[in-house]
């Protein structure tokens, strides 16, 4: 069998397990109501928490950023890709989250498959949580260290891999907000198995950058955490409305960072018309305590709104919404009605969430109107109901 024929072996296999993934296609930009295959849709898909992706301040920024820069950067930033202005996003980041130094990337899944190598190899371990994002479990595989995976959220388990632990060098990694629970890690107590085991830390903070803490300067500042030996990633693509990412932390291990990273040093520096629009994507979140208060004010309309009887609303104080249905045909067979009635909600299903609790996955965003909320909650009772 050739190469190819294999291929398409493998194509069928997945079609006829259901396992085949299309991509729906939007003909408007990116918000709650969207036109979709062409269709009107309502969405509750997206990662744009603020509802910056298509504020018109930004999309202002982005041509004023164009105007001055042109397009690309032309070369990695360690050659001569790296403008003044990607030096003014780094400074601005870093006094947001309140780190001595922040580093820019073009991307949160570079970061993840660089910083655990700059960190720890062979001889080393990484402890890491059992729902962390994909692109933090190919960045510890990448590292070489053993990999140990705890329960979600379990401390205990966590304390008791440490102490048994012979590893020279220990690295700790989480998520922040765990994107398909919406639940939150206890960072606090992460920080403080960390210091007695002289591990460093590092806090994916990809949904709450933006959206948590005071101005929204993310789950860190909303814990009040800062230590040398804490590291945080941000993406720029969700709550910032744009595209990029950053790792900060003390200035030494940001310094190491930029000397060791292979996914810093042999890519591309994004554009720098991209950094210009992204400083004013930080000044939009720190002025954005209104819109902070009106995906609050969803999240708990939301909540209040739905007392499901057989699924279950799971526990979440952010923007990420699951409810957990269970049964992988019924939590599709829900989404496809609600697509049917003119609203997105995307089903997740294992592998993506272990077996047994495929789930409806609702993020909110403040460009949602109260309105639009009841208009899901009125639909997931329906459903609920029906099934
Ligand atoms: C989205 C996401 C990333 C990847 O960030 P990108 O900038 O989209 O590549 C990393 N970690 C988590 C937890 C994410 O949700």
């Keep these: 069998m050739s190469l190819l024929e294999h291929l398409r072996g493998e194509l069928a296999d997945r079609e006829s397990r259901a396992l085949i993934r299309r991509r729906r296609t939007l003909e408007t930009p990116c918000g709650p109501h969207a036109v979709v295959d062409g269709r009107e849709m309502l969405s509750f898909c997206s990662n ?135 639940d939150i890690a206890p960072l606090t107590e992460l920080l403080a198995l960390a210091e007695a085991h002289d591990a460093w830390l590092l806090v994916d903070d990809a949904h709450g950058f933006g959206v948590l803490g005071p101005q929204g300067r993310g789950a860190l500042a909303a814990a009040g955490l800062a230590h040398w030996r804490l590291l945080v990633v941000g993406t720029l693509g969700k709550a910032a409305g744009l595209s990029g990412a950053f790792v900060a932390g003390h200035a030494d291990v940001v310094e190491w960072l930029m000397q060791t990273m292979r996914t810093y040093i042999f890519t591309t520096g994004s554009p720098p018309a991209l950094a210009h629009a992204l400083l004013t994507a930080i000044d939009l979140i720190e002025h954005g305590d209104a819109l902070r208060a ?57 592998p993506t969430v272990p077996p047994g609790t495929a789930r409806l996955r609702i993020s909110l965003s403040a460009a949602h109107t109260p309105d639009d909320i009841t208009r899901l909650t009125d639909n997931l009772l329906r459903i609920e109901a029906l099934q």
């Design 294 to 350: 009106r995906l609050v004010a969803h999240q708990q309309q939301l909540r209040g709104a739905l007392p499901l009887r057989r699924w279950q609303l799971m526990p979440s104080s952010t923007p990420i919404q699951p409810i957990k249905i269970g049964d992988n045909a019924a939590a599709l067979g829900a989404a496809t009605a609600l697509w049917d009635a003119g609203q997105w909600v995307p089903a997740i299903r294992p």
């Design 48 to 182: 744009d928490y603020l509802g910056l992706a298509a504020h018109p301040a930004l999309a202002a920024a982005i041509a004023e950023g164009v105007a001055r820069w042109g397009g690309g950067s032309g070369a990695s930033h360690l050659v001569s890709g790296h403008y003044s202005v990607h030096e003014r996003l780094e400074a601005r980041l870093a006094n947001f989250t309140g780190c001595e130094r922040a580093l820019v990337f073009s991307t949160g899944y570079m970061v993840n498959m660089g910083v655990a190598a700059a960190l720890v190899g062979r001889g080393d371990a990484i402890f890491a949580d059992r729902l962390n994002h994909a692109s933090l479990v190919d960045g510890a595989l990448l590292s070489r260290a053993e990999h140990h995976r705890y329960a979600h959220g379990d401390t205990e388990a966590l304390a008791r891999l440490l102490t048994n632990s012979t590893a020279r060098r220990k690295l700790i990694i989480t998520d922040s907000v765990f994107s398909m629970d919406g």
